[in-house]
């Protein structure tokens, strides 16, 4: 086997959604009815996660007469998991607004560029990367993250390394305002993440181009709401923060739902 590369490891989000959710302290206008049909939303999960972390999100924007879609993330290196993102946008017709949390972040910025449907990109405590930046790079840049070597399973796999996050760091790490019956439930469906996307540059950023929304959860214990900050400020997102961990986008279904739509309404409105 070859060796581990000794990195800390910051990327993810959660499987399982909570039965008891909070109230969020930041409210964002809801969307309103408009004219004409809506874009398709889809979702990107981030690793250590599937898409069922966005189930309340789905559940409130399709109640809103929004398409959603929330495809598999393979979680096996940057370059082939925006490959797989890019071509299945290709299969969405008309226009597109691209949500992405964590990870997800990452993959959505590589993905969409070059893609004239897409019309909107929304960050939920995410990676929002620039040319030839890494996750390592992001994450030295901005320390603070509770999630470490020290605080992952590594398995093999063909071709590489998967990390899962210990079950004593699950909770503290991805969600601390979720019960803990909740996050030993998240820890137990986790998918892991391949290590070698710690390492691999990101492309020319689809935010350059494409409008973007950043939802900051300020108590992250994984992505550092600084880092989160300055990522949106660079990327030009029009910016919400609310009292969140990590999951913001179960923590806090609504005001994650109602970013995404204000995303929505406004380009469907050319402004």
């Known amino acids: 086997m070859s060796e581990l590369p000794r990195r800390t490891v910051l990327a993810g989000s959660a499987a399982v959604v909570a039965a008891g959710v909070l109230t969020a302290t930041t409210a964002v206008p809801a969307a309103a009815g408009g004219t004409g049909p809506k874009p398709t939303v889809v979702l990107v999960h981030g690793a250590f996660a599937d898409a069922s972390g966005w189930t309340e999100v789905i559940r409130r924007l399709s109640r809103d007469g929004y398409p959603v879609l929330a495809p598999p993330n393979p979680l096996r290196g940057v ?7 890019a071509d299945f946008l290709t299969t969405v017709p008309g226009p597109i607004v691209l949500a992405g949390h964590s990870y997800g972040g990452f993959v959505l910025t590589n993905a969409a560029t070059g ?5 909107a990109l929304v ?7 620039d040319a030839g930046e890494t996750v390592h790079d992001l ?11 020290a605080q992952l399973d590594v398995r093999p796999h063909p071709g590489g390394y998967d990390g899962y996050v210990k079950a004593a760091a699950f909770r503290e790490v991805f969600a601390g305002d979720l019960p803990t019956a909740t996050t030993d439930l998240m820890w137990a ?20 181009q494409v409008p973007s929304w950043y939802l900051v959860a300020r108590d992250d214990q994984l992505i550092p709401a600084a880092a989160q900050r300055f990522m949106a400020t660079r990327a030009g997102a029009r910016t919400v923060e609310i009292r969140a961990s990590h999951v913001a986008m179960i923590s806090q279904p609504r005001v994650t739902a109602d970013l995404i739509a204000l995303a929505a309404r406004t380009v469907s409105k050319g402004r």
């Open 115 to 119: 893609n004239a449907n897409v019309k």
């Open 139 to 149: 994450q030295v840049l901005f320390p603070g993250t509770r999630l470490g070597e």
């Open 189 to 208: 469906t986790q998918r892991p993440g391949d290590t070698r996307t710690l390492s691999e540059p990101s492309g020319a950023p689809a935010w350059r």
């Open 123 to 129: 960050y939920v405590a995410a990676f929002a990367p």
């Open 79 to 85: 370059a082939s998991d925006a490959a797989y993102l």
